[in-house]
Nanobody, 130 residues
């Protein structure tokens, strides 16, 4: 059973860089069966897939991200800690959301349906405010 746990600051000031970490247990992030995703849900809105990182370190970002958001987003990993990270630079209040890490496995990797994400972290609330 893959388990994921998000961690990071609950409050970030505008224009700063948000950094969130997802710690994985039950599987190695270098296992080629899985991808490792970041998803967010702004208040009162639906889920938004941000992107994923693969076992190889390659990344893929959602084509639905606005150009502004895409240019500020980076997903990376630390294989020694079995963690992957989301960095979002120059945050604004519009980046306030519940942030989740999640994984897809096998044939479901790359699927755009929410049911294809087999394991989720519990989520972490991030508020961007001065």
């Amino acid at each position: 059973q893959v388990q994921l746990q998000e961690s990071g600051p609950g409050l970030v000031q505008p224009s700063q860089t948000l950094s969130l970490t997802c710690t994985v247990s039950g599987a190695s992030i270098t296992n080629n069966y899985y991808n490792w995703n970041w998803i967010r849900q702004p208040p009162g809105k639906g889920l938004e897939w941000i992107g994923y990182i693969l076992y190889s370190g390659a990344t893929n970002y959602s084509p639905s991200l606005s150009p502004s958001l895409k240019s500020r987003t980076s997903i990376s990993r630390d294989t020694s800690k079995n963690q992957f990270t989301l960095q979002l630079s120059s945050v604004t209040p519009e980046d306030t959301a519940e942030y989740y890490c999640a994984t897809q496995g096998g044939a479901l990797v790359g699927s755009t349906t929410w049911t294809a994400f087999g394991s989720w972290g519990q989520g972490t609330q991030v508020t961007v405010s001065s």
